[in-house]
Nanobody, 126 residues
C-alpha cells in the first residue's frame, strides 16, 4: 500500500523558516513525481511545488518562487520543502502527493484520486 508521511510543520514568526518532509513508501516504481500542496481556511487547495525522481526537475508556484526550495533524497523516497521568509499568507495545511509518472502536474484534481499524505499544519504568526 502506497503511503506518504508529511511532517515538519509548526508555528513560526513572519520571516522565519521551516522545513517540511514527505516520505513515501509501499511501492517499487523508480519514476515518480511528488508535489506539495497547501490549503488555507476557506480557500481551495493549491499546488506550490513539485519534483521528479527521474531527472530532478523542479517546479514552483509564483506565490512561493524565490522563497521555497524543493529537494529530494531518492534513496529514501523523501522530498523536502525548505520554506524561508514565511509570511502570514503561507499559513495553511500542507500536503504532499505522489504520481508514478516522469513529469509534474501541480493540479490537485490531477492527483485525485491518488495518494496523499495526511497534511501538516504551518502557522505563520507573531
Amino acid at each position: 500500500e502506497v503511503q506518504l508521511q508529511a511532517s515538519g510543520g509548526g508555528l513560526v514568526q513572519p520571516g522565519g523558516s521551516l522545513r517540511l518532509s514527505c516520505t513515501a513508501s509501499g511501492f517499487t516504481f523508480h519514476d515518480y513525481a511528488i508535489a506539495w500542496f497547501r490549503q488555507a481556511p476557506g480557500k481551495e487547495r493549491e499546488g506550490i511545488s513539485c519534483i521528479t525522481s527521474s531527472d530532478g526537475s523542479k517546479y514552483y508556484a509564483d506565490s512561493v518562487k524565490g522563497r521555497f526550495t524543493i529537494s529530494s533524497d531518492n534513496a529514501k523516497n523523501t522530498v523536502f520543502l525548505e520554506m524561508n521568509k514565511l509570511e502570514p499568507e503561507d499559513t495553511a495545511i500542507y500536503y504532499c502527493a505522489i504520481k508514478f509518472v516522469q513529469y509534474c502536474v501541480m493540479s490537485p484534481d490531477w492527483h485525485s484520486p491518488g495518494y496523499w499524505g495526511q497534511g501538516t499544519q504551518v502557522t505563520v504568526s507573531s
